[in-house]
Every structure is written in C-alpha cells, then in structure tokens.
C-alpha cells in the first residue's frame, strides 16, 4: 500500500492550487484522509481532514479558503487551495487510515510530501 501526492508547486499570492492523493495497493478499506503541513522550522501540523463518510474539519488557518475532498471509489483525496497566502508554504504530506487486504485494522499511511511556495 502507497500513497502518491502531486500538485505542489509555486503560486503567487492570492493564487490557488489543487493537491492530490492516490491511494494503491492491496486495500481492504480506508477511513479518513488527511492532509498535514510543516513549514520550515515549525512542527507539521493537520490542516484538513475527511472522514469515509465525508465529515471535514479545517484548522482555522485555511478555513474558508481550502477545500478537502475525496472519491472512495478511486481512493483519492485532494486539497482544493485558494486565496493562498505566504504563509501557507510549506511540504504538505497526505495521510489515510488504511486497511490491507488480510489484515484486521487500520495503519497510518504517508505520502511523500509536495512543496507548495506562496510568494508575495
């Protein structure tokens, strides 16, 4: 099982960016998909969350400017960002709760990070 993000890049203020998350393997369900960040010199921390059945919670932060979504019959998450500010640079990194095939609960699983840069 992997998780395989794409869509960073560098945006001028004011701008939007889509991120996304592919989840492949041998996957028997997954639960919630998140998305984190960590900006240079500070701790990565939970920006969006969505549960199976579509709940989403958003730290105040990005709140009426990042949209999180997903399509469980393609194992997909993405993070719709706009309006984007300097502030939100950072490596954004998807996670799911997932459960394998033959196995009996869920696990954390990473991507691999993508840079977003926001220049003002």
């Known amino acids: 099982v992997q998780l395989q993000a794409s869509g960073g890049g560098l945006v001028q203020a004011e701008g939007s960016l889509r991120l996304s998350c592919a989840a492949s393997?041998?996957?028997?369900?997954?639960?919630?998909m998140n998305w984190y960040r960590q900006a240079p010199g500070k701790q990565r921390e939970l920006v969006a969350a969505?549960?199976?059945?579509?709940?989403?919670n958003y730290v105040d932060a990005v709140k009426g400017r990042f949209t999180i979504s997903r399509d469980n019959a393609k194992n997909t998450v993405s993070l719709q960002m706009n309006s984007l500010k300097p502030e939100d640079t950072a490596v954004y990194y998807c996670?799911?709760?997932?459960?394998?095939?033959?196995?009996?609960?869920?696990?954390?699983?990473w991507g691999q990070g993508t840079l977003v840069t926001v220049s003002s």
């Open positions: 996670n799911a709760k997932i459960r394998p095939i033959s196995w009996s609960s869920e696990h954390d699983y």
């Open positions: 393997g041998r996957i028997f369900s997954i639960g919630a």
């Open positions: 969505i549960t199976s059945g579509g709940n989403t």
